[in-house]
């Protein structure tokens, strides 16, 4: 009820673009979860190429936001740029649907599939940031509320926003790994990709429809011109030559106001939004935020590698294990995805209800835990859940070939689905609060970019993994198409090292941070 009471403090077209996040989200979960099983059983590839094809695909999805946020910021704006990168996304929903209704395993055929996957990603790249810093920008507070409590209430409203955001989505990705990959496993692959493109059109329209409502941010501070563009990066360029010899005088000039990582508490930012300021100094300030946040999104990046395996080797792992109920019915095990969204639907609401409440009155601390520590704790939750995964593969690989049944596969599901709302959640509100305001598309392209390369490392392990453990019979190889003969519990146990020792590194950041 309480978080119920929360939510309905969201205005409404907060409220409208978080249904329209879930849709685009079983949008996208309509395509991608099942991906890996389309390109083994219809394309014929071997199960390590059509995972570092779905890896390669996602990280480029997610690497799109990076590119596009500095236009969108700088020259176009974010109502705009939705409306053009879902047609664009559509389009590439429309010629998946058409390619697949070909049925045709030609070299053309295969052109038109990574063309339509590629466009996709690039409507993706534009729509979700956008679509994310524009629903922020529809909390409003009275102008009637006194400043400090007034910020005090927006930064509380903005993280209520970003966690039922991230409800949101997971509510449409909960149908979308539900209902898909049984529509394609047994009605068919055409309208398993035509229906999210249906979907994608209702989700276009309910966009449209709030235009009148929704509250537009003064992007006018900014050069919109592209000559402007040009210069601002020509005068970047140059101040970068010389950067050395001015870094001090600059320093105050670059550091962000109210930010958590700084020792100053001026307001730092004014040569960020004062319309009076030069444009080289707004594109190095954009160019020092990376820099200085890119300790911390290093570490991120192995729990995005861990993100990627149960749209990948957790599908293939399913497809080995017992999955008949009844006599007829075999689960898909793309649908064990639904396990993630599942735990996080279900235990979100009690984030603040109960968690929070409890870790007040354990630490005597009236703010529970910070933004850091809940990446962190998802972050371990992680490293949890692929050691139990790497068990649970010793043991099938330990008996015979269908007789472990597939919903051993449940807890490492339902544990990544935890981490998520820390840690995910966590990033979010993050990288969003530790930008300025004119830079808040940028910040949320920062979060999606971990996804994007940490999806880029993921393909990268994968072909190096099966380079060193490939012996000239053809056999030790970890991601061998025989699963009696693959040893994914090894590269989990790789991947459960890795993330701890990343989950290390990060807690020390944190602490020298802080000192700081």
């Known amino acids: 009820m309480a978080g119920y009471k929360k939510f309905r403090a969201l205005n409404k077209p907060c409220v409208l673009l978080i249904a329209i996040a879930g849709i685009e989200r079983f949008v996208f979960k309509g395509v991608g979860s099942n991906l890996v099983i389309y390109l083994t059983d219809v394309m014929e590839m071997s199960s390590s190429s059509a995972v570092r094809t779905v890896n390669t695909w996602t990280g480029f999805t997610w690497m799109v936001p990076l590119l596009v946020a500095p236009l969108v910021d700088s020259y176009w704006n974010r109502y705009s740029t939705i ?86 989505v997971c509510s449409g990705a909960l149908l979308g790994v539900s209902i898909m990959p049984n529509i394609q496993d047994y009605v068919g692959w055409g309208l398993g990709f035509a229906m999210p493109a249906m979907a994608m059109v209702v989700s276009m329209i309910m966009f449209s429809c709030g235009t009148r409502f929704y509250t537009y941010s ?118 064990l995805q639904s396990a993630i969204t599942i735990s996080i639907v279900s235990l979100m609401p009690f984030y603040d209800t109960i968690f929070i409440p409890f870790i007040r009155l354990i630490v005597r601390n ?83 970019s971990v996804f994007g390369v940490g999806s880029f490392l993921s393909a990268l392990m994968v072909y190096l993994v099966e380079y060193f453990t490939n012996s000239k019979n053809g056999k030790g190889n970890w991601f061998s198409d025989n699963m009696k003969e693959a040893r994914l519990d090894k590269y989990y146990w790789l991947l459960a090292g890795t993330s701890s020792l990343s989950l290390v590194v990060f807690v020390v950041l944190c602490k020298c941070q802080k000192t700081r």
């Open 218 to 335: 003064d992007q006018s501070n900014n050069d919109k011109s592209l000559d402007g563009v040009v210069q601002v990066v020509k005068r970047s360029l140059s101040k970068f030559m010389r950067y050395k010899s001015d870094e001090k005088s600059s320093l105050d000039e670059l550091e962000l106001e109210d930010n958590r990582f700084c020792s100053k508490q001026e307001n730092e930012t004014e040569c960020l939004t004062d319309n009076n300021s030069n444009n080289h100094s707004h594109l190095v300030a954009i160019a020092k935020v990376v820099m200085r946040l890119l300790p911390i999104w290093t570490t991120l990046l192995m729990f995005a590698v861990i993100f990627q395996q149960p749209t990948t080797f957790f599908i293939k792992q399913g497809m080995s294990m017992k999955r008949n109920i009844g006599d007829s019915y075999k689960i898909p095990p793309a649908t």
């Open 366 to 448: 009236e703010n529970g835990i910070t933004t850091m520590q809940r990446i962190a704790i998802g972050m371990f939750l992680s490293v949890i859940a692929m050691i139990f995964a790497a068990t649970v593969e010793m043991k099938r690989l330990q008996l015979e070939l269908e007789t472990l049944s597939i919903f051993w596969l449940l807890p490492q599901y339902i544990l990544l689905g935890i981490s998520d709302i820390f840690t995910v959640v966590g990033m979010q509100e993050f990288f969003y609060s530790e930008v300025p305001e004119g830079m808040r598309t940028m910040g949320i392209a920062l979060y999606t």
């Open 83 to 168: 409306l053009g990168s879902s047609f664009i996304y559509f389009i590439g929903l429309l010629a998946l649907t058409s390619t697949t209704l070909n049925k045709s395993k030609s070299p053309s055929s295969s052109l038109s599939l990574y063309m339509s996957l590629y466009l996709i990603a690039l409507g993706i790249g534009g729509y979700n940031p956008s679509l994310q810093a524009f629903g922020a920008d529809q909390i409003e507070l009275d102008d009637e509320i006194p400043t400090t409590t007034k910020e005090d209430k927006q930064s509380d409203t903005k993280s209520m926003f970003f966690q039922w955001w991230y409800f949101g």
